[in-house]
């Protein structure tokens, strides 16, 4: 099992910027990367950005692209998304998920963490 919990989320006026983690447990030796999601009222859920934990090799969907930055600590098995200038549209809860192979599916999950960004 993998164990994954999101922190950071909170409440921030547009512009402003927010640091969200996620610290991994279990057997994350046999992950092959992770993946930050949010979910907006309504909406379907969204991927937002990966990484991987051997090259770091990342993505990001075009909305954040430029915002938001995803990085890693192996030696603490957390990942992070550092997020600025941060939008209205931005808030949604937010998840992070492990994938276990290359191509493969997220199968483990975080309970997610708010971010709500005010006009």
């Known amino acids: 099992q993998v164990q994954l919990v999101e922190s950071g989320g909170g409440l921030v006026q547009a512009g402003g910027s927010l640091r969200l983690s996620c610290a991994a447990s279990?057997?994350?030796?046999?992950?092959?990367?992770m993946g930050w999601f949010r979910q907006a009222p309504g909406k379907e859920r969204e991927f937002v950005a990966r990484?991987?934990?051997?090259?770091?090799?990342?993505g990001y969907a075009d909305s954040v692209k430029g915002r938001f930055t995803i990085s890693r600590d192996n030696a603490k098995n957390t990942v992070y998304l550092q997020m600025n200038s941060l939008k209205p549209e931005d808030t949604a809860v937010y998840y992070c998920?492990?994938?276990?192979?290359?191509?493969?599916?997220?199968?483990?999950w975080g309970q997610g963490t708010q971010v709500t960004v005010s006009s």
């Open positions: 998920a492990a994938q276990l192979a290359k191509y493969g599916n997220y199968n483990y």
């Open positions: 279990g057997r994350t030796f046999s992950s092959f990367g």
């Open positions: 990484i991987t934990w051997t090259a770091g090799s990342t």
